[in-house]
């Protein structure tokens, strides 16, 4: 094996969509902290929260095996559909939570406004899962390096993470190029519409307001 298949083979595991999503949503918590010149403190805060959060959105997995019983395989029965349920739940809650959190605590604009973009996006997904296997990990690994990139235009980089993802997905055989690129473009659109609402009908960096 060769080092682009390794690279490959590994790639979704390395650079899981999870792990894209909660680190674009730290970057996206340290953008904000830093822009308002607040202690150091009050970043870790925030943080903290956002990780206790996350960790609430394996509850639906959790409880799913709990009552089924097995590992993985067994208790999906091989079904992505099931396991598509899984995870859109569990990013709902983390959205939910995490907007409410935010809002109660006044803590800033930008992360309510990404937590309504990753609501948006999953409710598409978990939608269309059932009937099309539209890739999930397209759509999650982009929603967040969108959104910073709309926020504000140096985390562009961001952006090679799901476009790598696309040709990815075709290479594992997890989906065909339809899916991939359907997926890429379902989260493109939601995710710049659900900002052009937020700033009021433009695509301008730097969100001030979001709606609520």
């Keep these: 094996m060769g080092p682009v298949s390794q690279t490959m083979e590994y790639y979704p595991y390395v650079v899981h969509p999870i792990t894209v999503l909660g680190v674009g949503i730290v970057l996206l ?3 904000e902290w830093a822009r308002r010149d607040l ?8 943080i903290g ?3 206790g959060i996350g960790l609430l959105s394996l509850a639906p997995t959790v409880a799913y095996f709990l009552v089924v019983g097995g590992g993985v395989l067994e208790a999906t029965g091989g079904n992505s559909v099931v396991m598509d349920a899984l995870v859109a739940s569990g990013l709902l809650i983390v959205a939910g939570l995490t907007w409410l959190v ?3 605590f006044d803590w800033g604009p930008l992360v309510p406004g990404a937590m309504q973009a ?6 598409p997904y978990a939608l269309v899962s059932p009937f099309w296997n539209i890739s999930g990990h397209v759509i999650i690994s982009l929603m967040p390096a969108l959104y910073l990139t709309l926020v504000h235009r140096r985390f562009w980089p961001l952006l090679a993470f799901p476009v790598i993802m696309v040709p990815n997905r075709i290479y594992l055989n997890a989906h065909t190029w339809e899916q991939s690129i359907g997926g890429f473009l379902v989260a493109a659109l939601v ?4 900002y052009w609402v937020q700033a009021s009908g433009s695509l301008r960096p730097e969100l001030g307001t ?3």
């Design 191 to 194: 995710v710049g519409g659900v």
């Design 49 to 51: 929260a956002f990780a």
């Design 102 to 104: 935010w809002r109660r």
């Design 118 to 123: 990753l609501a948006a996006v999953t409710v």
């Design 39 to 46: 202690d150091r403190s009050v970043l870790w805060r925030r």
């Design 210 to 212: 979001t709606t609520t």
């Design 29 to 31: 918590v340290h953008h």
